[in-house]
């Protein structure tokens, strides 16, 4: 019996934010499939967006091929959102461990950003309830999604009483409870979701942030990127300076603005299996830059094979120094920068120690021209998800899946799932 090396999925409305979720659900052991659920979310310009939780149809999908009766994945529970959100994300793998006061052990949380930081309360209670006709949607059974709180900061644009609009948010996977938030405003925004609580807001960038990140394993630093072309440091033990460890060189042949020239930072991402890496792109850029804690100043790798902006960019959740990056090129491509990295070394800004002021980087810098996997898709690829590792699988038919991971990619109204 051959493995299923894809899975499709079509929505009903074009998509932007994506997530795989981090674990199965809580409590099902028994339908290991739960691993193979999205979240997903509408991008439409009014006020009639959708979230959607998506999973297997049935667990025979993943290994055969040839089981075209019914689709892939089905909406196992889906909600309304409003403004389109910019982001979404599943409760990090170790929240069901954390000692929450305001949830049920059994639900899971996921949270998304727009006009405010949403997060939702979901509930798979019942097993997926399969109709006997072929190609019928299934009853979406006990799985239920609903509001838990909706918070906003108060906004430092000047006229605006409520929060500005958040463009991403980072999850602390060391301590569930705690979300940064990027704005338009320029600030970010540390949430204690426990409480419902702001812990405190900082301005971060001289224009609009973009995008922010918590250095894995640490409650305290976190870095964003954002228009004015710089990736900057923060410490919550220190708030009285932020550490700039790289800026984009402007652009040529800009013409004279009120503002200085920047090339605007898109993304930032650690690698979780080497946090001394960062991956970056620009916005209309080709290439991802490869940045090291260590030695700030200048990207230490390139990644240069796509021959379109980049749109986003993400890391394998394993050891291995795995980035998946896709393009308006139509590409999904997978890279491996262990063989260009030294082996891991602690970093001077490590989860307990504070952050220094940069060193100049040595100016050495690999560019990669070589990816290990490509994708070519029907169209562009607007978004992307990495799944946990996720474990084998024996199925009542008696036949197993391997453990691995897979790559969620976006196209309009399309999502495909890639084994890795």
């Not at 949430?191 to 918590?214: C, F, G, K, M, P």
């Not at 394993?217 to 300076?241: K, P, Q, Y």
């Not at 795995?322 to 491996?336: E, F, M, S, Y």
Request: glycine letters at 6%; charged letters at 15%.
């Amino acid at each position: 019996m051959t493995q299923t090396t894809l899975l499709q999925y079509e929505a009903p409305w074009p998509v932007h934010a994506i997530d795989w979720c981090k674990s199965p659900a809580p409590g099902q052991q028994l339908r290991p499939r739960s691993a193979f659920r999205l979240g997903i979310a509408s991008f439409t310009e009014d006020f009639r967006n959708r979230i959607a939780v998506v999973g297997l149809q049935d667990d025979r999908v993943l290994v055969e091929d040839d089981y075209g009766d019914y689709p892939d994945f089905v909406t196992l529970v889906e909600v309304s959102h409003g403004y389109p959100a910019t982001a979404l994300q599943w409760q990090p793998a170790n929240a069901s461990n954390f000692a929450w006061s305001q949830k049920a052990p059994m639900t899971e949380l996921l949270a998304t950003t727009g006009d405010s930081l949403r997060v939702f309360e979901y509930t798979s209670d019942a097993p997926l309830v399969t109709s006997s006709f072929v190609g019928r949607q299934p009853s979406s059974g006990g799985h239920r999604l609903s509001l838990k709180a909706a918070l906003s900061g108060q906004s430092k644009i000047q006229g605006q009483s409520g929060g500005a609009p958040l463009t991403n948010f980072s999850w602390n996977e060391k301590m569930p409870s705690l979300v940064v938030t990027s704005s338009i405003d320029t600030t970010c925004t540390v949430w204690n979701l426990d409480t419902s609580t702001a812990v405190t807001q900082l301005i971060a960038h001289d224009r609009e942030v973009y995008d922010v990140a918590w250095l894995p394993n640490s409650t305290d630093i976190f870095v964003s990127v954002g228009a004015d072309g710089s990736l900057r440091a923060f410490d919550l033990r220190s708030l009285e300076h932020s550490t700039i460890l790289y800026e984009t060189p402007p652009p040529k042949n800009q013409p004279p603005t009120g503002r200085p020239p920047s090339s605007p930072l898109l993304r930032i991402a650690f690698n979780p299996g080497d946090p001394n890496y960062m991956s970056t792109f620009h916005q209309d850029g080709s290439d991802v830059q490869i940045l090291d804690m260590r030695s700030p100043g200048a990207p230490v790798m390139e990644l240069r094979a796509h021959r379109a902006p980049i749109n986003a960019a993400g890391w394998s959740s394993t050891e291995r120094g795995l980035v998946a990056t896709a393009a308006d090129d139509c590409q999904l491509l997978v890279w491996d920068i262990s063989p260009h990295a030294p082996a891991p070394a602690p970093s001077p800004r490590n989860a307990s120690s504070r952050l220094s002021s940069p060193r100049p980087s040595d100016g050495k810098r690999r560019v990669i021209t070589d990816p290990i996997m490509a994708y070519s898709a029907q169209s562009e690829i607007t978004n992307l998800a990495w799944s946990p590792q996720i474990a084998p699988m024996t199925m009542n038919t008696g036949h197993s899946t391997p453990a691995g991971e897979w790559i969620a990619v976006v196209m309009g109204k399309s999502i495909k799932a890639l084994k890795v």
